[in-house]
């Protein structure tokens, strides 16, 4: 997939295109609202991330200015004002998402995919874990054909590991991705560790799960190849 | 505390009594003056035409031989008598005096004219008198005709000065109104108040122009610390994504794994810091929407399904009694779920295991509550005295913490005019009362 990096720091962009290289997907960057809008004139993008605070543009034109133009590109906003009027309006013009800054790059990805999946409509994934399979249109986990009653928080961390497998995820970025509509003041990693305890638990009462792997001092990570 | 207007009537009242009374006072006083001099202008008149006559047919007729040396005489009514003696005194008499005389056992207030004259050598003492009752009959009636004139009068002038205070006070009662209603100086009604008292209009002018002012730094001092937190985020943004990339090298040494993670974690800090100084300024300068209606008890039971898991892993007995509900209006349903959720989360974080969290909601008094209760370790005084103040709490949250959460709680109650009351008692534990307006 091809994506325009549109983003005045480039620090932030730098490293927002090393990381979604190393994801097989090829980026392109724009440090400048006028360099964006040439660039989504002449190339075709599968997604457009978005800086909202660039200086010498008004981010939310550049999405008029692509829908004017019939491109197909998905837009994920990305801002420090993070103030909901710019949330709305950036959505009511057919940005696909918002994130705000600081965010993890792993959201960052998961919403890229989550959008592409919406796009190329492969909402129903059937994905193996060992024996569990893990059905995410009835958002459901089996194992050889009878329910593995989860929480829909213990489903959802789950998913977000398995979607984002071999890759370890810090206590953090998984608190984020799932206790999202809470402050960030009321972080606390046990929340995490609490969770997949009772999750190894509800799975281990049907087998060993070997796949879902504690990283010391880390996290948490899924490995697709045990 | 009493109204102004009220003031002014009863003052105005007060006055106009006071001023009746005097008046009725004085009034009195002074017909009872003219009409004394009229009674003894009358007296003086009787004593002429008696001495005339004395003078006329001498002083025998009146002295008739059987009382010897003395003539007395007064009409049926007893409204005046005459009375005519033979003295042996050196001194002449000629005064009027008020003094009572009995007659017919009957004691009537009189005017007397005391008057001693010459007749042939001997010494004759004349009294005249009048009766007061008739006098005091008039006084009286027309004492009573003023009354009631002027009782007309206040009746009359106290209508139409509540009439006019009201309508001279009304706008003072526009301006106190505009005041009233209002939690921020940025929701104050800036129309000028119409009016032609010059205090009113400078009273209303320097508020205006005060609340202006006030607003326009309260709305900077929001704008830098919007500023500041922009600026912030932005190489917060970058260096955690630096770290992150950090992090996903194949090659990299579990030690140093940890070391980044650490540092992501402190990097989140310094951001959850600013995301919540951030907050605050948005909610207080009402970038938020208060249009949703929600169920309080709905609200609830979700935070504690949210909590439940970490409090059961913990060993801290959640307990929910829901006695009653509520649909509050204008709510902004996730600002008050983050309220409501930051308290119920420390009071789990604070119950030692074994432990128990209270959470109810009824009406009391007629007003709804949201209490919850824990069996922690409680606050000394100074510790509640900081509890809602950024920065300066002195309750040591935990690492993660920025201590600002109470803070947040603070002004999203403010927002929804909810008040918060805590009471706490050191190693007993802890209560947050939500009282809705």
Known sequence: ?226 | MIKLKTKLALFNLLSKLAFTALFLIFMSYIIERINLRQVDNNLIQKREQVLDLIARIGIDPFLTSDSTDAFGSYNILKEEFISLERVNMEEDWNYIEVTSRLIEDEEIAYRVLNYSFMVDGQKYLLEIGNSLTSILYAKRNITKVILVFLVFIIIITLLTDLQYNHYLLRPLDKIIKKLKGISSPSLFDKTPVRTNTSDFFSLDHALREMMEHIDELFQKEKEITINISHELLTPVSVLRSKLENLLLKEDIDPAISEKIEESLKTLHRLQSLVNSLLFIARIESHQYLREETIEVNVVLQEILNEISPIAEDKGVILKEEYIQDLRFKAANRSLFFSMLYNVVNNAVKFTPTGGEVIVKSLFQHGRYIVTISDTGRGMTHSQKSTLFSRFKSKINIGENSTGIGLAITKSIADFHNIEISVTSEPEKGTTFSFLFA
């Open chain 1, 1 to 226: 997939m091809n994506v325009l990096i549109v983003e005045d720091e480039k620090g932030l962009a730098n490293e927002i295109a090393a990381f979604l290289k190393a994801e097989n997907l090829l980026c392109d960057m724009a440090y400048s609202g006028s360099e964006a809008s040439e660039k989504i004139a002449i190339n075709l993008y599968d997604f457009v991330l978005l800086d909202l605070g660039l200086p010498d543009y008004n981010g939310l034109d550049l999405i008029r200015e692509a829908r004017k133009n019939n491109s197909e590109a998905s837009f994920i906003i990305i801002t420090a004002r993070g103030a909901v009027e710019d949330k709305v309006k950036g959505l009511n013009l057919g940005a696909d998402d918002y994130l705000a800054k600081p965010f993890a790059l792993i959201e960052l990805l998961s919403r890229i995919n989550a959008v592409a999946r919406r796009k190329f409509n492969v909402i129903n994934q059937v994905i193996q874990l060992g024996n569990f399979i893990m059905q995410t249109q009835s958002r459901k986990l089996l194992y050889e054909g009878r329910e593995v009653e989860l929480t829909k928080k213990e489903y959802d961390l789950l998913l977000y590991l398995v979607l984002n497998q071999n890759k370890v995820l810090t206590r953090l970025q998984l608190y984020e991705h799932i206790w999202g509509n809470i402050l960030d003041d009321q972080y606390d990693s046990n929340f995490i560790d609490v969770h997949i305890k009772n999750l190894r638990k509800k799975l281990n009462a049907f087998a060993a799960t070997p796949w879902l792997e504690t990283v010391r001092g880390v996290g948490y990570r899924v490995s697709a190849d045990q």
